[in-house]
């Protein structure tokens, strides 16, 4: 009442105008947010959503937001969508979680699913209720979707590897009971196969382990490794699926009183903030980019719900630090 009587305009004309609605001119919506604001009223969002069905609201499902990916590529998604006025609701899926996909779609206006794997289906599930979705670093068919070439980084990191002479490389990353399901490290896993047989090495697969993502599952790997070679044809190198899962693996080495890298090289993959610290070579993806350009993909379907699912791959790039150098003991990687 305030608002109308400091604009001169009726109680209904004004709420029209603070909610966006057809029917009121500029002039006169200028002239109402101007007495708005100057009271310092500003108009219920759950009223606004009653009005025009829209929340103003994204999910990001997750089946993680603590490790360092999700929350590098959840920065770069919100501040597409501050920018646009959009608030950003967190919805951890953790790995044997579904959607209720019922309750989401009256909630927020749009969604966006982080390496999905498991419930890829009741994600889907969200397009039956007019819930316009992107998935970053997985696919679902006819969804818009952010991806890195994981194959092509697993060769990459592995070619790196071979063209230093390392020939016993290996891989820290196979699927765990956390992972299962996530076709990321199976892509960089395949990479690492192909380019080894490209060079004319057969892939072993006693150098094959089980890490997940996190620093804890790469530590434990290279004890593992340690242990079952006991310093007797061990690799002289390892492509580890994830820099946190490198970083563990160098705290592990180290603590056998290895060099890096004169007695193993380690490449990672991400180009997490903290690789520097640990003089990394890493394969680096643009994170942050990945959640902006899926949070335009998705504000766009948004406005648009017959928009064209579009499917946008992103580049990776080697960067070269001190924790991989050439193979300085032939002997002990023969095969």
């Known amino acids: 009442m305030e608002v109308a009587a400091l604009s001169g305009f009726s109680p209904a004309t ?3 105008a603070l909610r966006g609605l057809p029917g009121v001119s500029a002039k006169t919506r200028e002239a109402v947010e101007r007495a708005a604001s100057s009271l310092g009223y500003s108009p219920s969002p759950w009223a606004t959503a009653l009005t025009t069905g829209r929340t103003n609201t994204i999910a990001v499902i997750a089946p993680w937001v603590s490790r360092w990916f999700f929350s ?11 920018e646009h006025g959009y608030d950003l609701m967190l919805y951890p899926l953790g790995v044997q979680g579904e959607v209720d996909a019922q309750t989401l779609s009256k909630r927020v206006d749009g969604v966006l699913a982080l390496n999905v794997p498991l419930a890829q289906r009741s994600v889907g599930n969200l397009g039956g209720f007019g819930v316009p979705i992107v998935t970053l670093g997985s696919a679902i068919e006819g969804i818009s979707s952010v991806l890195v070439d994981n ?8 070619q790196h590897l071979v063209d230093l002479g390392h020939r016993r490389i290996a891989i820290f990353g196979d699927e765990t009971g956390e992972s299962r399901g996530f076709p990321v490290a199976v892509d960089r896993h395949r990479g690492w196969d192909m380019t080894l047989r490209a060079a004319g090495l057969e892939p072993d697969p006693a150098l094959v382990y089980s890490s997940g993502f996190s620093i804890n599952g790469g530590e434990a790997a290279m004890h593992r490794c340690l242990a079952q070679f006991a310093g007797r044809d061990r690799p002289s190198a390892v492509f580890a699926v ?9 705290h592990a080495a180290r603590m056998h009183g290895l060099r890096i890298p004169e007695d193993l090289s380690v490449i990672g993959v991400d180009g997490h903030d903290f690789a520097y610290l640990f ?8 994170v942050r980019d990945q959640g902006r350009i899926a949070a335009r993909l998705l504000l766009e379907q948004v406005s648009d719900p017959e928009h064209t699912p579009t499917a946008v791959t992103v580049g990776c790039e080697l960067i070269r630090r001190g924790s991989t150098g050439p193979l300085r003991h032939p002997e002990r990687s023969a095969s």
């Open 242 to 250: 994830s820099d946190e899962v490198a970083i563990g693996a160098l």
């Open 14 to 16: 004004v709420s029209r």
């Open 279 to 286: 003089d990394l070579t890493t394969i680096s993806q643009p």
């Open 72 to 82: 590098a590529v959840i920065e770069g998604a919100q501040e597409v969508l501050a």
């Open 151 to 158: 194959v092509v980084v697993g060769q990459r990191a592995t």
